[in-house]
């Protein structure tokens, strides 16, 4: 596809942003392109939703916090905001920090308002909503950024800022999209504003292997493509290179049980 847009139409190679899910894959498909391309220097992007976002907002915003937020500094924060909140409900029982970490990472991936939360079963919506608070007062007390924030604060920047969106829009005409199953509703609709009139989405994905909804991914974004974009073009890629047919059958006898699918006969 890179190759098509840039040899055959003439594309500028810096105008084609490619998106994927892993730093791992992005790296393997900048080589294989570059190998393809004979190692001549194209100035295609590549990279994962946090990467290209965190570039956008690096360019965009020179307050933007450099230090990005690590594991054990999560683990340090909620230390800290459990102690302050026990001092303060001392009768309300906590789960473990890291339950609560996965549980603030997937409520930011969803994308909800706070009147929709899907609160955690484990606590009720006010201590949580508390505790979501002050992590996030933290984060900002100590100049640190939290990679499940990368796509909302994007899309807030292009929402609130159209002269910065018309500039994006313009940089990158073409976005190329691996994995699209797995695309949250925050991505999702920062990518939407970024495509703007041109609409140049090529996505790449397999609904039957969206395993990430825990992670907030949602499966409707590319069961609805069509509609979402009704002028495109749905390639089916049905021929399977690792399986023999015994097996494919029998996953397409159990898979096709699944609700809300798109129909396939590999």
Known sequence: RLQNLILQYGVQPEKILVITFTKAAALEMKERFNKMMGHSLYSVRFGTFHAVFYYILRQSSRSMPKNILSDADKERMLEKIYDMFSRQFPEVSLPPEEEMIKNIGKYKNTGEVFENL?????????????????????LVKEE?????DMAGLCLRLFTEKREVLKFWQEQFTYILIDEFQDINEPQYKAVKLLAGNKQNIFAVGDDDQSIYKFRGANIRNILDFEKVFPEARVIKLEQNYRSTQNVLDAANHVIRNNAGRKEKAL
């Open 144 to 148: 640190k950024l939290d990679f499940d």
């Open 118 to 138: 899907s609160c955690p079963d484990f606590l009720e919506k006010e201590y949580f909503l508390w505790i979501y608070h002050a992590y996030n007062e933290m």
